[in-house]
T-cell receptor, first 114, second 121 residues
Framework: GQQLNQSPQSMFIQEGEDVSMNCTSS?????WLWYKQEPGEGPVLLIA???AGELTSNGRLTAQFGITRKDSFLNISASIPSDVGIYFC??????????????WGLGTSLAVNP | DAGVIQSPRHEVTEMGQEVTLRCKPI?????LFWYRQTMMRGLELLIY????????DSGMPEDRFSAKMPNASFSTLKIQPSEPRDSAVYFC???????????????????FGEGSRLTVL
């Protein structure tokens, strides 16, 4: 099925560093979402974006809905060990019905060295 | 508040056996989703229900897979017969869709269960 291009695939950083990851799509989306999955758990929603150009923060996390509606970015500032996990982007189409199914990226695996 | 509850958390079975995975969505949520997660393919949507009605099962791999939602608080995903390539983590998720002109409009704000890790030997 259709998937988003999410990068980087993995990151290994030092505690305290900032992190940046992004997702791109060939399709226009009405909604961009960022989820985090920790080992042995299901994904948990971090941030939802509903408007092109929107910049939303959740603590140390900041996400942006690209102005072209084909990309989104997630930044984590001052990383800490509990930020470890896999971060997924997901996009939702603009039309009603089945086009509203989520399209998922393959994830960015983040490791933080204390 | 109780989240999405899945069972079993882990299942190891032999090829050819029937597997039944269970899900209890969050009370009040009207959309339910079954996903499969593997390293190679990531998160794949298998099927979703709105108001207990299957809407799209195009992601179900083949006839060996079936899903039911007999009521608003329970759903099952069955694999019969199971094969080694079915080994994966299966997630159930629910959401509170918004009323649409024709049907429930899907929201991207999903609440996932902890998953059922299936190993088929």
């Amino acid at each position: 099925g259709q998937q988003l291009n999410q990068s980087p695939q993995s990151m290994f950083i030092q505690e305290g560093e900032d992190v940046s990851m992004n997702c791109t799509s060939s399709s226009i989306f009405n909604t961009w979402l960022w989820y985090k999955q920790e080992p042995g758990e299901g994904p948990v929603l971090l941030i939802a974006l509903y408007k092109a150009g929107e910049l939303t923060s959740n603590g140390r996390l900041t996400a942006q809905f690209g102005i072209t509606r084909k990309d989104s970015f997630l930044n984590i500032s001052a990383s800490i060990p509990s930020d470890v996990g896999i971060y997924f982007c997901a996009g939702q189409g603009e039309n009603a019905g089945n086009n509203r199914k989520l399209i998922w990226g393959l994830g960015t695996s983040l490791a933080v060295n204390p | 508040d109780a989240g999405v509850i899945q069972s079993p958390r882990h299942e190891v079975t032999e090829m050819g056996q029937e597997v039944t995975l269970r899900c209890k969505p969050i009370s009040g949520h009207n959309s339910l989703f079954w996903y499969r997660q593997t390293m190679m393919r990531g998160l794949e949507l298998l099927i979703y229900f709105n108001n207990n009605v299957p809407i799209d099962d195009s992601g179900m791999p083949e006839d060996r897979f079936s899903a039911k939602m007999p009521n608003a608080s329970f759903s099952t995903l069955k694999i019969q017969p199971s094969e080694p390539r079915d080994s994966a983590v299966y997630f159930c998720a629910s959401s509170r869709g918004t009323p649409g002109r024709i049907a429930v409009e899907l929201t991207g704000e999903l609440f996932f269960g902890e998953g059922s890790r299936l190993t088929v030997l």
